[in-house]
T-cell receptor, first 118, second 113 residues
Framework: GAVVSQHPSRVICKSGTSVKIECRSL??????MFWYRQFPKQSLMLMAT?????????EQGVEKDKFLINHASLTLSTLTVTSAHPEDSSFYIC??????????????FGSGTRLTVV | DAKTTQPTSMDCAEGRAANLPCNHS???????VYWYRQIHSQGPQYIIH???NNETNEMASLIITEDRKSSTLILPHATLRDTAVYYC??????????????FGKGTLLTVNP
């Protein structure tokens, strides 16, 4: 099946530094990827939609200059948390659409990145 | 996408069937019912989806009422590894690549030994 690989799985960084999270589609091309954030005991909240070769679309309230998204190829999207602060500590998850097949127009998800800003 | 309502939590004994309900009374004719689950500290995992007919795969069965206003996900023989948050999502099965997937709060299923 379609697999999305996300790295790193965990990262601890100092306040004020930047962190890059990668999301790769391993056996399919992903024109569109989605980035979610999940705080403890809460549901997934969509942050932005990443489109290959064009600018990402951010959800309301998400700072595009703080959460930089690059989708330079059909198999790689990156999320960079710039000037990270403790309140950015969260679980970040990427997702890509799977068109057709047994999942219908479903989505496959990465394993997530636990970011801790100290 | 139509709104869904799920119980906050449920318990199930290991080896027994787990029946997770979902209400989607405002579902429209072209909207599918999707189920995903999220095991703690992992990304969500697709389980099953359906439109009108009941569906079954190697993971679960999906029972959709005739009026399509509610559905039930059935895990026939729950194991401890099935402990997770289960999300019922109703959405159009669109070919548009930008179509977003929106998560509600889901049901925390705890399978007990």
């Amino acid at each position: 099946g379609a697999v999305v690989s996300q790295h790193p799985s965990r990262v601890i960084c100092k306040s004020g530094t930047s962190v890059k999270i990668e999301c790769r589609s391993l056996d399919f091309q992903a024109t569109t990827m989605f980035w979610y954030r999940q705080f403890p005991k809460q549901s997934l909240m969509l942050m932005a939609t990443s489109n290959e070769g064009s600018k990402a679309t951010y959800e309301q309230g998400v700072e595009k200059d703080k959460f930089l998204i690059n989708h330079a190829s059909l198999t790689l999207s990156t999320l960079t948390v710039t000037s990270a602060h403790p309140e950015d500590s969260s679980f970040y998850i990427c997702s890509a659409r799977v068109t057709g097949g047994t999942q219908g127009y479903g989505y496959t998800f990465g394993s997530g990145t636990r970011l801790t800003v100290v | 996408d139509a709104k869904t309502t799920q119980p906050t939590s449920m318990d199930c004994a290991e080896g027994r069937a787990a029946n997770l309900p979902c209400n989607h009374s405002t579902i429209s004719g072209n909207e599918y019912v999707y189920w995903y689950r999220q095991i703690h500290s992992q990304g969500p995992q697709y389980i099953i989806h359906g439109l009108k007919n009941n569906e079954t795969n190697e993971m679960a069965s999906l029972i959709i009422t005739e009026d399509r206003k509610s559905s039930t996900l059935i895990l026939p023989h729950a194991t401890l590894r099935d402990t997770a948050v289960y999300y019922c999502i109703v959405r159009v099965d669109s070919g548009g690549s930008n179509y977003k997937l929106t998560f509600g709060k889901g049901t925390l299923l705890t399978v007990n030994p």
